[in-house]
């Protein structure tokens, strides 16, 4: 069943030709970036260096960061820098719901660092920032891609209660590599987060990468999982290793893989699967509504 070409990759190998991004150019773009730096605004574009900014950003379209760009976690993927975070921007919410305004966007997507140090995983930040987006911008549809808040499940009510469509959670590897990419987190608790979150009545959507040295049974798995605790959305990419701190890639997952894994989700009944090698958790999100 599994016999599609997977292309292995030395740790300084060349990216393969389906890797290459467009650079970041235009005035769509440019706009982008001035909105960014004079609201004094941070996208997981930037933080968690996306390849596709160039795209994105020349389409007009950005993901903010919100509760500042510091980490408590410590994932052997992220990008975005790892620390004790500063204290609350508390004018944080309008300037992201003025910015998206300004922008004209349609479907904004908001994620934010892990706040691990704060009772509440930094919920109010969370329910103000798309509550006084969708002040601002009535028209516009929201998706949240929210962390891991540690089962504190009344934290997870506030930050899906704001008036968000889409409410998304990232398990962002299979089940036998959570230790090595994700140790801080569990596979089972963000499983449930989702099953809460839909039972909330929201939309549901999750992400994960390949190219970490999983098998394509454990793909096969994770994909089960996620139907089983209802989940509607799902986007699996390709894992680009950020700086030589972090993990190594273990392949170059070949785009007819991708392709078979986006069957394979819909066999399982997902309403939308976004599967390639530059696909992450926001790109093209507005499809998924």
């Not at 941070?42 to 260096?49: L, P, Y």
């Not at 998304?168 to 959570?178: D, F, G, K, P």
């Not at 793909?219 to 894992?239: A, F, K, N, S």
């Amino acid at each position: 069943m599994f016999d599609l070409p997977v292309v292995n990759s030395a740790p300084k190998r060349r990216k393969p030709d389906w890797l290459r991004v467009k650079l970041p150019i235009g005035e769509e773009f440019k706009k982008v970036r001035r909105l960014v730096d004079e609201y004094k605004l941070h996208t997981i574009c930037q933080s968690g260096s996306c390849p596709n900014m160039g795209e994105c950003w020349g389409a007009g379209t950005a993901t903010f960061m919100i509760l500042g760009n510091t980490c408590t976690r410590s994932c052997s993927f992220c990008a975005v820098k790892t620390g004790r975070p500063p204290e609350y921007d508390e004018d944080e919410p309008r300037r992201v719901a003025e910015a998206i305004k300004l922008m004209q966007v349609k479907h904004a997507v908001i994620t934010s660092v892990n706040r691990d140090e704060r009772k509440d995983r930094g919920a109010e930040i969370w329910y103000h920032t798309v509550r006084l987006t969708k002040e601002f911008s009535p028209e516009t549809t929201i998706e949240t891609l929210i962390p891991d808040v540690r089962a504190t499940w009344d934290a997870l009510d506030r930050m899906i209660s704001a008036g968000q469509e889409v409410v998304s959670h990232n398990m962002e590897t299979v089940r036998e590599l959570y230790r090595k990419v994700r140790p801080q987190a569990k596979y089972d608790r963000s499983l449930e987060q989702i099953k809460r979150t839909k039972d909330a009545g929201k939309r549901t959507k999750s992400g994960f990468m390949v190219g970490l040295g999983e098998t394509k049974d454990q793909v096969m798995e994770i994909l089960d999982d996620l139907r089983e605790h209802d989940c509607d959305v799902v986007t699996i990419g390709q894992y680009l290793q950020p700086t030589k701190m972090h993990l190594e890639v273990a392949e170059y997952v070949h785009p007819d893989i991708f392709k078979m894994y986006e069957e394979e989700g819909y066999k399982r009944g997902f309403d939308f699967v976004e599967s390639g090698p530059l696909v992450r958790s926001s790109y093209h999100a507005e499809r998924h509504l």
